[in-house]
């Protein structure tokens, strides 16, 4: 219990101080989108193209923990999306609350949970899930909601793939781990000014967007949150019981990877989707509460299930 809940105070305590920035008027209206814009088109690319960057792609190749985590991953995705578009709810905002379903706080709560409960052999797991819910399954939300997006515009298929096409190409979430793993693979190590460059910058990734859902969360909120249960139950109970089974039952991992891809999967919702409603200028009072209640909600699930497992 302890190291859940030395994990998530840092979290909350970050949130909770941009909305009190917010309340109290220390920062204005605009402060949570400009913020935002901060975290996806300079904070967010450094810290992604330094993590592809560095990456040992052969010590990373686990592909039973790839496929057990990234199954569940999709597959609730998937599910969410399809759902919320049976409800008549545009592609746009359907990708970003399957994101939130499934965006799994890897990056700021999963590497130092890992770390307490396993130890060093436990970053392992966690670089590589990290690199799945921050590279892979953003991409695959990015790519709907562009989809949507030019859907919208009442385009004919070519000149929307088109379209599609250029502003994918112009995302720096996804050309940033794209033009790391480049680097990767040519084997040359970074220059030590551009890894203090990309270190202080990737840096204030993660305590910008906490501060700025906090900022966000201290504004008068434009929509009441409606959906949000659904997507926090999808997080913490469905996605990991997929995992389990393809993990413990489908895949057989060993001990380290079987419960590491479990905790993780049971992580509560990350920052990344709210980032993408504020990058896209959609109502993100959905995924903000989906943010909170999980996290929240995970201090419960995750000391239970550590508790189960036997950690």
Same mark, same amino acid.
């Given at each position: 219990?302890?190291?859940?809940?030395?994990?998530? @105070?840092?979290?909350?305590?970050? !949130?909770?101080?941009?909305?009190? &920035?917010?309340?109290?008027?220390?920062?204005?209206?605009?402060?949570?989108?400009?913020?935002?814009?901060?975290?996806?088109?300079?904070?967010?690319?450094?810290?992604?193209?330094?993590?592809?960057?560095?990456?040992?792609?052969?010590?990373?190749? +686990?592909?039973?923990?790839?496929? #057990?985590?990234? =199954?569940?991953?999709?597959?609730?995705?998937?599910?969410?999306?399809?759902?919320?578009?049976?409800? #008549?709810?545009?592609?746009?905002?359907?990708?970003?609350? *399957?994101?939130?379903?499934?965006?799994?706080?890897?990056?700021?709560?999963?590497?130092?949970? &890992?770390?307490?409960?396993?130890?060093?052999?436990?970053?392992?797991? =966690?670089?590589?899930?990290?690199?799945?819910?921050?590279?892979?399954?953003?991409?695959?939300?990015?790519? &709907?909601?562009? !989809?949507?997006?030019?859907?919208? +515009?009442?385009?004919?298929?070519?000149? =929307?793939?088109?379209?599609?096409?250029?502003?994918? $190409?112009?995302?720096? @979430?996804?050309?940033?781990? @794209?033009? /790391?793993?480049?680097?990767?693979?040519?084997? #040359?190590?970074?220059?030590?000014?551009?890894?203090?460059?990309?270190?202080?910058?990737?840096?204030?990734?993660?305590? &910008?967007?906490?501060?700025?859902?906090?900022?966000?969360? /201290? +504004?008068?909120?434009? *929509?009441? /949150?409606?959906?949000?249960?659904? @997507?926090?139950?999808?997080?913490?109970?469905?996605?990991?019981?997929?995992?389990?089974?393809?993990?413990?039952?489908?895949?057989?991992?060993?001990?380290?990877?079987?419960?590491?891809?479990?905790?993780?999967?049971?992580?509560?919702? /990350?920052?990344?989707?709210?980032?993408?409603?504020?990058?896209?200028?959609?109502?993100?009072? $959905?995924?903000?509460? =989906?943010?909170?209640?999980?996290?929240?909600?995970?201090?419960?699930?995750?000391?239970?299930?550590?508790?189960?497992?036997?950690?």
């Amino acid at each position: 219990m302890s190291s859940v809940i030395n994990a998530v @105070l840092p979290i909350f305590a970050l !949130i909770f101080a941009g909305y009190l &920035c917010r309340r109290s008027g220390r920062l204005g209206a605009a402060a949570s989108s400009e913020i935002s814009r901060f975290v996806v088109w300079l904070a967010l690319p450094a810290l992604l193209f330094d993590v592809t960057a560095r990456a040992s792609w052969a010590s990373f190749w +686990q592909p039973g923990f790839v496929a #057990a985590f990234a =199954a569940g991953t999709l597959a609730v995705f998937a599910a969410t999306v399809l759902l919320r578009r049976r409800g #008549a709810r545009p592609l746009i905002d359907a990708s970003i609350d *399957g994101l939130s379903a499934a965006y799994a706080n890897t990056g700021f709560l999963g590497i130092p949970l &890992c770390l307490l409960v396993f130890g060093k052999d436990g970053l392992q797991p =966690a670089v590589i899930a990290t690199l799945l819910v921050a590279c892979a399954l953003f991409a695959v939300a990015v790519v &709907c909601i562009e !989809i949507g997006q030019q859907a919208g +515009q009442g385009l004919g298929l070519g000149r =929307a793939l088109l379209k599609v096409g250029k502003a994918l $190409v112009g995302n720096p @979430l996804l050309v940033a781990p @794209l033009l /790391g793993a480049a680097w990767a693979a040519g084997g #040359a190590p970074l220059p030590q000014p551009a890894q203090q460059f990309l270190a202080l910058l990737g840096g204030a990734a993660s305590p &910008c967007a906490l501060v700025s859902l906090g900022l966000f969360l /201290g +504004q008068k909120q434009a *929509g009441r /949150g409606d959906g949000a249960l659904g @997507l926090v139950v999808a997080k913490l109970v469905l996605q990991p019981a997929l995992t389990w089974l393809l993990a413990f039952h489908v895949f057989a991992l060993p001990p380290l990877w079987a419960n590491s891809a479990l905790l993780l999967s049971a992580l509560p919702t /990350g920052t990344g989707p709210f980032m993408l409603a504020e990058f896209y200028r959609r109502e993100a009072a $959905v995924v903000s509460r =989906a943010i909170l209640v999980s996290t929240v909600g995970s201090l419960l699930t995750i000391s239970l299930l550590i508790y189960l497992l036997g950690l």
